[in-house]
């Protein structure tokens, strides 16, 4: 079965950290580009972050640069994204997904192949 499997959401209180995973089951991650994307309750889903695939080239929302880090591990088939310096804002459920044979252009990756599941990622004391 070909699926993308989030991971590592949770409860976190301000200022904390949290690595969300994204893990590739049926299929080589290492021909797609993978976005992470994020949908607050009440507001659409918005692009997050996006890292390309061979060159790993890697782009941010403003509201998360700077305190968010997408990587890779293709030897592990997954993609990861830290988040540091949480805040209330940074609520949602999280989702990855992937576009084949795809650089990214910006970021919020469009045209995509999967979708993961989400994970609920919710910052509050």
């Known amino acids: 079965q070909l699926q993308l499997v989030e991971s590592g959401g949770g409860l976190v209180q301000p200022g904390g950290s949290l690595r969300l995973s994204c893990a590739a089951s049926?299929?080589?991650?290492?021909?797609?580009?993978i976005g992470w994307f994020r949908q607050a309750p009440g507001k659409e889903r918005e692009g997050v972050s996006c890292?390309?695939?061979?060159?790993?080239?890697?782009y941010y929302a403003d509201s998360v640069k700077g305190r968010f880090a997408i990587s890779r591990d293709n030897a592990k088939n997954t993609v990861y994204l830290q988040m540091n310096s949480l805040k209330p804002e940074d609520t949602a459920v999280y989702y990855c997904?992937?576009?084949?044979?795809?650089?990214?252009?910006?970021?919020?990756?469009?045209?995509?192949?999967?979708w993961g599941q989400g994970t609920q990622v919710t910052v509050s004391s």
């Open positions: 997904a992937a576009r084949k044979y795809y650089y990214c252009s910006g970021y919020a990756l469009g045209g995509n192949d999967y």
């Open positions: 890292i390309s695939r061979s060159d790993g080239l890697t």
């Open positions: 049926g299929f080589s991650l290492d021909y797609y580009a």
